[in-house]
């Protein structure tokens, strides 16, 4: 059977396959306008493109970044939604596999965690420093760990601790340069592209009222 003895690794992929579901039919349900679809699968295609166009640069991709800006700006859902597209799409072009769920959960849940992190202090993103030390813990340890688990569970039929800690220690310097990724392109496209969205959401009446008042607030700033 071929999942004889790894039955973990079938629960895992289950795990997240499920909980990818639970998110795409929740963004569902909550009958987003048309515009905020459009939004959605523009900052999808941006960040997709930007990990194919980058495919001679091993680790070295814009798409975390971009996954984070969406997350801030447009919400939980719309952060998880931008990160597991993501993956699911630019993987046609460097190879579908058992790793694709693990990179759309890891990609999406960034977009998730950073709407939590800014929903509320979103002035905090404005602030470079912060943002990329954010950026860096983000990819270095969430989709760092996520990915060096999964790298386990795929080629190793009994995990040992012993398994766990060699390949996270052999992750360090692909993380390491993923984190620095991350943290250049925060620095080149987070103020434009918060811009741009937030004159986009302006126009397109995506915001309430308290949420335009506090726009206007960070714009003066």
């Known amino acids: 059977m071929l999942f ?14 499920i909980s990818i579901f639970l998110f795409m039919w929740s963004f569902e349900k909550r009958k987003p306008k048309t ?10 295609g941006i960040a997709t493109l930007g990990r194919v166009m980058f495919f001679m640069l091993p680790q070295f991709k814009p798409c975390v970044a971009i996954i984070i800006i969406t997350g801030i700006m447009l919400g939980k859902q719309s ?21 694709t769920p693990w990179q759309m959960f890891a990609f999406g849940i960034i977009g998730f965690i950073s709407a939590i992190v800014f929903q509320k202090r979103k002035y905090l993103a404005y602030n470079k420093v912060v943002l990329c030390v954010y950026g860096f813990i983000m990819t270095f340890v969430v989709y760092g760990l996520i990915l060096d688990t ?7 039929d009994r995990p040992k601790i ?10 360090i310097p692909f993380n390491i340069v993923h984190g620095i990724a991350t943290v250049v392109f925060l620095l080149l496209l987070a103020k434009p592209l918060f811009n741009k969205l937030s004159r986009m959401k302006e126009k397109y009446g995506m915001y ?14």
Not at 35 to 44: G, N, P
Not at 90 to 98: K, L, R, T, V, W
């Open 4 to 17: 004889k003895g790894r039955e973990y690794y079938l629960v895992a992929i289950l795990i997240i396959v």
């Open 35 to 44: 515009r905020e679809v459009v939004v959605l699968a523009v900052m999808t």
């Open 79 to 99: 952060g998880f939604l931008c990160g597991a597209l993501t993956a699911f799409v630019s993987d046609f072009f460097f190879g579908q596999g058992p790793w």
């Open 150 to 156: 999964a790298t386990v569970f795929m080629y190793t």
């Open 162 to 171: 012993s398994s766990f800690m060699s390949t996270y220690a052999m992750g």
């Open 208 to 221: 309430n009222q308290k949420k335009q008042l506090k726009l206007v607030k960070l714009n003066r700033c």
